[in-house]
């Protein structure tokens, strides 16, 4: 399976992208974690990202070029399939890594949407800060990560949609249920996916459960 990741700060991307990447015995390519190691083993590239981090900003794109280079050979040499988490974070990245990924005929079959209201996540990462102690899980730079994801981020949702490869789960419930419905999603789509032709796949929103099993009681 090649997936990718899409959701706001503090929705669980890490969690679930761990679980799917051990499920599947597939590389999982973390982004915010491969930056956050330059910066504690402070190399180079770490003195050049922390400010951004730090300040809940994007790294410049040509920074994390550079710096996820070696994790896709990583996932070239492992066969191909990968978990996608933290990037793409802007339309330019979405397209970049699109014409990448097809010229290598790697494209992502499914990209996740973890949906998580501003709320939810906001009190998730404040009491991820008091365990973890994240530079950038402090309130005001929580307020720019989730104002660059509705700005930056979000907006590339429609063009997965468009190209029926996303699937939106409720990231507001508990890991372990979230956890469940991707794994179960992810097995019934991997023996078809690839079979279907790309203008046959339709966008799949399993949110819209939730309101209607409550009303069932
Ligand atoms: P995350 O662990 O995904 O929350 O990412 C932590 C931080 O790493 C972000 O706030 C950004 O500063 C940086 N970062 C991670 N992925 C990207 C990306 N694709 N583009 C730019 N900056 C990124």
């Given at each position: ?5 899409i959701a706001?700060?503090?929705a ?13 015995n597939?590389?999982?390519i973390?982004?915010?974690e ?7 083993r402070g ?6 990202v ?8 994007l ?6 070029c550079?710096t ?6 990583d ?8 978990v996608?988490d ?9 397209r970049?890594?699109?014409?990448v990924s097809?010229?290598?005929g790697?494209?992502?079959?499914v990209?996740?949407?973890?949906k998580a209201?501003d709320?939810?996540?906001r009190?998730?990462m404040?009491?991820?800060?008091a365990?973890e ?6 309130e ?5 990560r ?10 590339i949702?429609a063009?997965?949609a468009f190209?029926?490869?996303l ?5 507001t ?5 979230v956890g ?15 079979n279907?032709?790309e ?13 209607a099993?409550?009303q069932?009681g």
């Open positions: 399976m090649r997936i990718g990741m706001p700060p503090g669980g991307k890490g969690t679930q992208s761990a679980l799917i990447a051990a499920h599947f597939i590389p999982h973390c982004t915010g491969i930056l956050r190691d330059h910066v504690k190399t180079a590239t770490g003195r050049v922390s400010g951004y981090l730090d300040r809940g900003e790294v410049p794109d040509e920074v994390l550079d996820v280079h070696q994790a896709l050979n996932v070239i040499a492992a066969g191909g399939d990968f996608l933290g990037m793409p974070r802007t339309m330019d990245q979405a970049a890594i699109h014409r097809t010229e290598l790697m494209a992502a079959d990209v996740l949407h973890l209201d709320e939810t996540v009190q998730r404040l009491a991820r800060a365990v102690h994240r530079s950038d899980d402090t005001p730079v929580i307020e720019r989730l104002a660059l994801y509705h700005q930056m981020t979000e907006p949702l063009w997965y190209r029926g490869i699937v939106t789960v409720d990231a419930r508990t890991a372990a249920e469940r419905e991707i794994l179960g999603v992810l097995e019934v789509l991997r023996p078809v996916i690839r279907v032709p203008k046959m796949r339709r966008p799949v929103d399993l949110t819209m459960l939730t309101p099993m409550a069932r």
